[in-house]
């Protein structure tokens, strides 16, 4: 009888201490719950997630001046290649390259007419890639600004993430990306934002590459 006298006396001493201890459990629970609330709420509200985005730089396009015979291409697709490096050749005009840069593209007309200012070499300046989302009107564009601070990913690297500055933000939409907004039937436009990155910190970085970002307003 003693023995189960103590037990008894024991068990009445601990349920406090187990309660006090569920109390606080709860209560630290709640704690981190509301501020990891408050955490993505504080992000959310002052960034901007683009899905629809791209490593991208602007196309450099070698034409000849005069129509002719595009006779001979000396480059091809993935040629890095120096200023002024002749590219091509149409009737008696060297086409040469007007930026050192990468060639992403060639004519496949060799023999064959092409018009003044048609494009036979198309060709980027890698130090001059950007990361491009497209933002529609209604979806923060109105607090980007440039110099606000950007990371992104790309798809062919997971989760990796990297650093950007807006530099630019387009001041028209692009027409061929308009969607509607099913609730009035009204037209949203989406506008370019582009964020500048250092391409030799990040040299895995390639022109056309699917990418994500997120833009932090000021």
Known sequence: MAEESQKESTEKKSNPARAMWIRTSIIAVIIVA?????????????????????IEAPEIDLAPSQAGILEEIYVQAGDEVNQNATVARVGDELIKAKVAGLVISTSQKIGEQVNTNETVVAMIDPGALR??????????????????????????????????????????????????????????????????????????????????????TQ
């Open 131 to 216: 990361v491009v989302g497209q933002v529609d009107e209604d979806k923060g564009l109105s607090r980007i600004q440039v110099g606000d601070s950007v990371s992104f990913t790309v798809d062919a690297f997971g989760n990796k993430q990297y650093s950007a500055v807006v530099d630019e933000i387009s001041p028209t939409s692009e027409q061929s990306q308009i969607v509607f907004n099913i609730s009035d039937q009204r037209q949203v436009k989406q506008f370019d934002v582009k964020a500048r990155f250092d391409p030799s910190v990040y040299p895995e970085l390639k022109n056309g590459m699917s990418a994500r970002m997120w833009i932090y």
């Open 34 to 54: 509301a501020a990891s609330g408050f955490i993505y709420w504080r992000i959310t509200s002052q960034s901007v997630a683009v899905d629809n985005a791209s």
